[in-house]
């Protein structure tokens, strides 16, 4: 298993060819107080860099651009009734929805966790 | 003579001056009441009506009545007035202290306004009622129309639409439909960062994808980043004149030019018209569209967020696109166009003929200030407005060089290490008994704060507001944060619970289980 | 100026403290050709006597309905509104207060919301109401949208017996969307069929109770034969205290109820401004256009009132937004609330019952005039007749006997020929027994 970083501030983590997808930690924390996930359906097809979720907090709404080609395969539901659980468990029950991935390559663009912490450090 | 009945006289040395600490049974704090919903203390039994009886009929509903109980809760008379004025207490109001909403152009509205709205034969007249019954209405509309030309130099005006951002569908289905008659609808509006949401809200609406135009060093549009987004699939831009940071954009000919250059149109969001009225006619500066917010401009109440009016005045390119109705002069009477002829007209926006009642209270605005009067207002505006921003800007971080037009934009730079933000400023304005300015808008400049006085302002008002502020500013800088972070302290409620507010969102009384 | 406190030194002073000389020098980013050497060539200020010379004038040359027999309806209806209702909207506090933004301060504005919200939501019968839309029809624009969106279908079917403005509008609205408005010709009295014509593409099938010629429909069956194929049904409602008498659209299983809710709290302003009511179910209030009022707490655990589910609006959401509107029909949704406030359960009822009762009265009454007949089997306070002359020249006729009689259809559908004799007739509470009989008289006389 290992977890890939976008320079969106997702995260997906790879398990036998299906990606689980989040935010990270820092994006919850510059987003505040999350009141609302608009997560995929289940079947769509997606490519890499579509828009495939919406993170609202009271008074802004960001999209979240898919880190990679595939098909949805599963939306986290808890979501629905508790978007909050995305501050207190970003890169743990907070995730968004799985995604088969139709090609590996693309995860080649994407970071390791040291290169994400650079990545953000360097936002400060 | 004595005084017998034990009744003090004055105020001694026990009597408690700070906020209290008990609590009261009631929950009141004397004239600050609290107070329930209709549904807590109503219920379905009460009336405030007396009906004439129902005399025996025989239904024609055909069997699709309804049975179950409603839920409505209702009150008497007293009851429902003291509900209600007890519930207005609770609201700020033009009507109670300077309302310095930037962009929002909060002045008074004069009471003469809505006595001549009540007229019967303007309020009480039906929109389907026979057109040689209307005459009079039709007169005022089509009077209304004329000073609203006159005003900006265009030659024709759509009445219909019902507040700003229905203006602006109005203006940009006239700008899509000509460029649909040349068979070339194109597919992008260009406008700048600093646009009102409603600008590519409505593109959006028109199939149009918005582009957005980055800001110069000095709050105005970037003419060379704009010319270089200019091509053929542009189908116009809209900007906002003066624009939201309260600036008149100076190459607004040059603006204006490139786009018809290109085979588009200028469409000018005219919010804030208040700044130029009487002085400046936007036909002058090569608009095509421009819609007039009848509840800023010429001061139709903004009545807690509606209802307003949204006239667009078109140039000669646009004006046979406009939607029906329209008011035309027969061979000797008023007549109503509801019907298209020409082929030609977008269509219709809304049932009937647009806000009547907004239309009355802005034309007796309007006569009652006259040309003289309307550039007057223009000139007090701005006038208000400058002298906010030279008092201030020593003090505060004004974001451009003035003069500013209407509204002054400062953004939260002065407030750098001081732990308060642009919002627990703000709240600190409402303990100090005024509404605060518009916040974090524009989107433009960090922490943003614009302040739109108006004309409706004194000296004296706007000198208290100056000082207020000052004072506010030299407390946040010297470190006294509790007064800010959490404020207000002396509003009906303290700060409230936005978050929780939409993570569970509770939109509607309903009747415990 | 009586609405501008500057005076000529408090101009001076301040000039003196931006340090400019003139006013123009404020103006000086203005284009210098630009900016007007003198005055708009319009009359100068008035005194208000005299401004208010002007408009008695302009009032006096309409004819204010309830100065003679009046039974115009078809989307507006004059009802009588108690004073109570118009003094509250006149407080300062309300009529001068913004949008409640600062909602410390706008706590008044935003529980009447709630209030509203809350009314609304029970008499259509759905889970949530939004705070207004400008108009019914606007309204019903915006349901053809949000269907679409909720669906992600395009196609939206239109009843023929809908308001024809509020098709109008429909059409208008979807004109540069994806739309594809489907429409059907008005069939007056006569069942359509409408479910037939959806297919897969389809969003939301739009009718109206009562229809725009008076019919009321049970469309349950409609509601389970859409929801059997995950279409929309969308309820229009143009006289809001039908629904004091007649079974609810949520009781229909609408999913989208739009309405006009003039009826209450607002006079017929000759069309504007109106108050635009917009409820759906609880699943879809994410897709709703407009502004909600929600419950919260304050910082002491007060309740208190918050605009809320702002991200779905234009100010934050931009481009994709629900809708474009900003400003709504605040103040009209004020006077609604008041207004059904005095009224409660028990006057809303009553008040229906009155105004269908007037209206069975009527219809009675014209029963027996040669070269009319009435089309409706079920109606509430409104009714459509076809005549044996053309129904525009009868009003017009009618109109010199300082009689208005109704709304001829051929007004709203000038291509129509076949709706040249068809005229609406609507009663409410206001309509004397006094004025029918003269309407009575009237139209005896003209259809001789």
């Given at each position: 298993?290992?977890?890939?970083?976008?320079?969106?501030?997702?995260?997906?983590?790879?398990?036998?060819?299906?990606?689980?997808?989040?935010?990270?930690?820092?994006?919850?924390?510059?987003?505040?107080?999350?009141?609302?996930?608009?997560?995929?359906?289940?079947?769509?097809?997606?490519?890499?860099?579509?828009?495939?979720?919406?993170?609202?907090?009271?008074?802004?709404?960001?999209?979240?651009?898919?880190?990679?080609?595939?098909?949805?395969?599963?939306?986290?539901?808890?979501?629905?009734?508790?978007?909050?659980?995305?501050?207190?468990?970003?890169?743990?029950?907070?995730?968004?929805?799985?995604?088969?991935?139709?090609d590996d390559s693309e995860l080649e663009g994407l970071m390791d966790a040291d290169g994400y912490k650079t990545f953000t450090a360097g936002l400060e | 003579m004595m005084n017998n009945q034990g009744r003090p006289t004055g105020i001694d040395g026990t009597t408690e001056t700070s906020n209290a600490g008990y609590e009261t049974y009631t929950g009141n704090r004397g004239l600050a009441?609290?107070?329930?919903?209709?549904?807590?203390?109503?219920?379905?039994?009460?009336?405030?009506?007396?009906?004439?009886?129902?005399?025996?009929?025989?239904?024609?509903?055909?069997?699709?009545?309804?049975?179950?109980?409603?839920?409505?809760?209702?009150?008497?008379?007293?009851?429902?007035?003291?509900?209600?004025?007890?519930?207005?207490?609770?609201?700020?109001?033009?009507?109670?202290?300077?309302?310095?909403?930037?962009?929002?152009?909060?002045?008074?509205?004069?009471?003469?306004?809505?006595?001549?709205?009540?007229?019967?034969?303007?309020?009480?007249?039906?929109?389907?009622?026979?057109?040689?019954?209307v005459q009079g209405a039709l007169d005022l509309i089509d009077t209304l129309a004329h000073w609203l030309k006159t005003l900006t130099g265009m030659p024709a005006v759509a009445m219909s639409p019902k507040a700003g951002a229905h203006g602006e569908l109005c203006g940009l289905m006239a700008i899509r439909s000509a460029l649909e008659a040349k068979g070339d609808a194109r597919s992008i509006v260009l406008a700048p960062e600093s646009a009102h949401g409603t600008n590519p809200a409505t593109a959006a609406l028109c199939g149009y994808k918005v582009k957005p135009i980055p800001a110069t060093e000095d709050g105005r549009v970037d003419l060379d980043a704009m010319k270089e987004a200019l091509g053929p699939d542009v189908a116009a831009i809209m900007v906002t004149n003066p624009n939201t940071c309260g600036l008149f954009e100076r190459e607004i000919i040059e603006i204006a030019d490139a786009v018809h250059a290109i085979g588009g149109y200028f469409y000018c969001d005219g919010a804030n018209f208040n700044a130029i009225v009487g002085k400046v006619r936007p036909g002058d500066l090569g608009v095509d569209a421009m819609h007039i917010n009848l509840h800023?401009?010429?001061?139709?109440?903004?009545?807690?967020?509606?209802?307003?009016?949204?006239?667009?005045?078109?140039?000669?390119?646009?004006?046979?696109?406009?939607?029906?109705?329209?008011?035309?002069?027969?061979?000797?009477?008023?007549?109503?166009?509801?019907?298209?002829?020409?082929?030609?007209?977008?269509?219709?926006?809304?049932?009937?003929?647009?806000?009547?009642?907004?239309?009355?209270?802005?034309?007796?605005?309007?006569?009652?200030?006259?040309?003289?009067?309307?550039?007057?207002?223009?000139?007090?505006?701005?006038?208000?407005?400058n002298y906010v921003l030279a008092s201030l800007k020593d003090i505060m971080s004004a974001s451009f060089e003035g003069p500013c037009m209407h509204e002054a934009l400062f953004d939260d730079r002065f407030l750098k290490d001081t732990g308060v933000s642009t919002l627990d400023f703000s709240k600190a304005m409402i303990d100090e008994g005024y509404h605060p300015m518009t916040m974090y808008f524009p989107l433009v400049v960090h922490g943003a704060m614009l302040i739109e006085p108006t004309e409706s302002e004194s000296k004296q008002s706007v000198d208290q507001f100056i000082g207020m502020m000052r004072y506010l500013v030299e407390k946040a800088k010297a470190g006294d944060t509790g007064r800010f972070t959490g404020a207000p302290y002396n509003a009906p409620l303290k700060r409230l619970d936005e978050t929780g507010a939409a993570r569970n969102p509770v939109l509607r009384w309903t009747a415990a289980e | 100026?009586?609405?501008?406190?500057?005076?000529?030194?408090?101009?001076?002073?301040?000039?003196?403290?931006?340090?400019?000389?003139?006013?123009?020098?404020?103006?000086?980013?203005?284009?210098?050709?630009?900016?007007?050497?003198?005055?708009?060539?319009?009359?100068?200020?008035?005194?208000?006597?005299?401004?208010?010379?002007n408009f008695e004038a302009y009032s006096a040359k309409s004819v204010a309905a309830g100065s003679v027999p009046f039974f115009v309806g078809a989307g507006a209806y004059r009802h009588h509104v108690p004073a109570s209702v118009d003094y509250q909207i006149q407080r300062g506090e309300y009529l001068t207060a913004y949008t409640p933004y600062q909602p410390e301060i706008s706590q008044g504005t935003l529980q009447t919301l709630y209030e509203f919200q809350s009314q609304v939501a029970q008499i259509t019968g759905m889970d949530v109401a939004n705070a207004s839309m400008y108009d019914g029809s606007t309204a019903c624009g915006e349901a053809a949208l949000m269907a679409c969106r909720v669906t992600r279908k395009k196609r939206i079917i239109v009843s023929g017996n809908l308001h024809p403005h509020y098709i109008d509008v429909v059409k208008n609205l979807t004109k540069f969307t994806d739309g594809v408005v489907v429409d059907n010709d008005p069939t007056l009295n006569k069942p359509e069929n409408l479910i037939d014509q959806v297919d897969d593409d389809t969003a939301c099938v739009i009718v109206q109770n009562p229809d725009f010629f008076g019919n009321?429909?049970?469309?349950?069956?409609?509601?389970?034969?859409?929801?059997?194929?995950?279409?929309?049904?969308?309820?229009?409602?143009?006289?809001?205290?039908?629904?004091?008498?007649?079974?609810?659209?949520?009781?229909?299983?609408?999913?989208?109820?739009?309405?006009?809710?003039?009826?209450?709290?607002?006079?017929?302003?000759?069309?504007?401004?109106?108050?635009?009511?917009?409820?759906?179910?609880?699943?879809?209030?994410?897709?709703?256009?407009?502004?909600?009022?929600?419950?919260?707490?304050?910082?002491?655990?007060?309740?208190?009132?918050?605009?809320?589910?702002?991200?779905?609006?234009?100010?934050?959401?931009?481009e994709k937004a629900t809708s474009n509107i900003c400003t709504n029909a605040g103040l009209c949704t004020l006077a609604f609330t008041i207004h059904m406030t005095l009224l409660g359960e028990k006057g809303y009822r009553h008040l229906a019952q009155l105004n269908h009762a007037g209206t069975v009265k009527l219809k009675n009454k014209l029963a027996g005039i040669d070269g009319l007949e009435v089309l409706n089997e079920t109606f509430f306070n409104e009714f459509t007749v076809r005549l044996s002359n053309n129904a525009a020249e009868v009003v017009e006729t009618l109109v010199e006997n300082d009689v208005i009689a109704g709304l001829p259809v051929s007004r709203l559908y000038p291509d129509r020929p076949e709706l040249n004799n068809i005229l609406i007739i609507a009663v409410t509470e206001t309509t004397s027994e006094d004025d029918m009989d003269i309407l009575v008289a009237e139209l005896k006389e003209v259809l001789k």
């Open positions: 298993m290992t977890t890939y970083y976008s320079e969106d501030h997702e995260w997906i983590n790879v398990e036998s060819g299906v990606g689980t997808v989040g935010i990270t930690d820092y994006a919850q924390n510059a987003l505040g107080d999350i009141v609302f996930v608009e997560v995929p359906e289940v079947g769509d097809e997606l490519a890499k860099g579509d828009e495939v979720a919406v993170v609202e907090s009271v008074k802004a709404a960001s999209e979240i651009y898919s880190p990679v080609t595939g098909e949805i395969t599963a939306v986290n539901e808890d979501l629905e009734d508790n978007a909050s659980l995305v501050n207190s468990s970003a890169g743990g029950d907070g995730w968004f929805f799985k995604i088969s991935i139709s | 009441q609290v107070e329930g919903l209709i549904y807590e203390i109503g219920d379905t039994q009460r009336t405030g009506v007396d009906l004439p009886e129902v005399e025996e009929f025989e239904s024609c509903i055909g069997g699709v009545t309804r049975d179950n109980e409603i839920g409505l809760a209702g009150l008497t008379e007293p009851e429902a007035m003291r509900h209600y004025t007890r519930l207005s207490r609770k609201n700020y109001a033009i009507d109670l202290g300077l309302y310095p909403l930037g962009s929002c152009t909060m002045k008074h509205n004069p009471r003469l306004n809505e006595k001549v709205a009540r007229l019967p034969g303007v309020a009480d007249i039906h929109p389907l009622q026979p057109i040689s019954t800023k401009t010429f001061s139709t109440p903004h009545g807690g967020g509606g209802p307003g009016a949204g006239p667009v005045v078109l140039s000669e390119a646009l004006a046979p696109y406009a939607p029906i109705p329209y008011v035309v002069m027969g061979e000797e009477d008023f007549d109503m166009v509801e019907h298209d002829t020409t082929g030609k007209s977008f269509g219709r926006m809304t049932a009937f003929h647009g806000q009547m009642g907004m239309f009355t209270r802005a034309l007796a605005y309007m006569m009652s200030h006259g040309a003289d009067g309307l550039a007057r207002v223009a000139e007090d505006s701005v006038l208000n407005a | 100026m009586r609405y501008l406190p500057l005076s000529t030194d408090d101009r001076a002073e301040m000039l003196a403290k931006i340090c400019v000389e003139n006013i123009n020098d404020l103006f000086v980013d203005v284009p210098n050709h630009a900016l007007l050497k003198g005055l708009v060539d319009l009359p100068n200020h008035m005194t208000e006597m005299e401004v208010e010379q009321i429909n049970d469309f349950s069956d409609l509601a389970d034969a859409l929801h059997e194929r995950k279409k929309l049904l969308v309820i229009v409602n143009t006289e809001v205290v039908a629904l004091g008498a007649i079974k609810s659209p949520g009781e229909m299983g609408a999913d989208i109820v739009v309405g006009e809710g003039q009826s209450i709290g607002n006079g017929l302003n000759y069309g504007g401004p109106y108050v635009g009511l917009f409820a759906t179910r609880q699943k879809y209030v994410r897709q709703m256009p407009g502004r909600l009022c929600g419950e919260t707490t304050d910082a002491d655990g007060k309740r208190g009132f918050v605009l809320t589910l702002s991200t779905r609006e234009q100010h934050i959401r931009r």
